[in-house]
């Protein structure tokens, strides 16, 4: 997965853009996490093809920088860059204070002062709007004014078919009960995606049972009759890349002479932080040994990459090319087993 090839598209699908007179229209926003835009085109989505077909397809759309899961899904929710909104990376520190926000800690991702920006559940519910969601990043935090009206806290494992009942139960509370925005998320293409690659069986497998899932959101729409009602957006927040050993870095091995802490993308960036009084001559190595990657200095970051103007971004980002994967020693051992 890479930024600056273009590649993970976000796909928008709006299933009734123009609701019966009268009627106040719902919005469903569906999260397929690591959708590439081309396992549209496998043969295997029939329910998604259905919708592109009654409805709109974007041509193609970009994620922010870093294009990972946590800062994608919060510039989706807010309309921010992560260096407006926060959340910078799935995992960063303060530096002033030593705390952690991590994607696996649940109890630092519900801490609200990580999340600079408002997302569009907080909007709403302001003018009155009730909103729920069924699993995004930041709508459980632990400020009850910035949470949905609904939600549930994230469990990895719970059931696909229980998620779109969820939703569809909300829709079914009385009128002025039900939420008129709700979030609805599945990661089943990620997962299997960074475990076999993009081109696995095992992706497409994956690509075939979250189509099945819009089909059974489509079809409880259509029996509890509010298919006419309601906007369907499905997105993702960002692509994936095939990679093979022969294309990792050891990042770690070119700086074993110096001592650094690592902040990892887990392939296609590595942030380093050295020791202060080494950050020169570690900025240097990395210069004079770049080869399939770019080293910047946080001011050095690309513009385009709309990325360098938060004080958690650490001092020296390496940006791996389309196809190519930087790592730490631990994690390149790891790969290579």
Known sequence: MDFKQKLFILVFFFCSLFPLPGQTPYVILVSLDGFRWDYLDRGLTPNLKQMEQQGVRALSLEPVYPSKTFPNHISTITGMYPTSHGIILNDFSNPSTGEWYRLSDKRSTRES???LG??????AERQGVKTASYFWPGSALDLEYRRPSYYHRYDHNRPYEQRVDGVLEWLQLPPSQRPHFITLYFHETDSQGHTYGPNSAEVNRAAARLDSMIGRLMNGLEAIGLKDSVNVIVTSDHGMTEISREQTINIGELLSSFNCRYISGYGPFLFVIPEPAQEEA???QLKKAQNHYRVYR????PEHYHFSGHPF???ILIDAE????VLTDSLFRAEMQ
């Open 113 to 115: 002062k990580w999340y």
């Open 298 to 301: 946080r001011d050095e970051i």
């Open 322 to 325: 389309p196809g190519w994967s």
């Open 282 to 284: 570690v900025y240097q």
């Open 118 to 123: 408002e997302a569009f559940w907080e909007t």
């Open 313 to 315: 971004i650490p001092p």
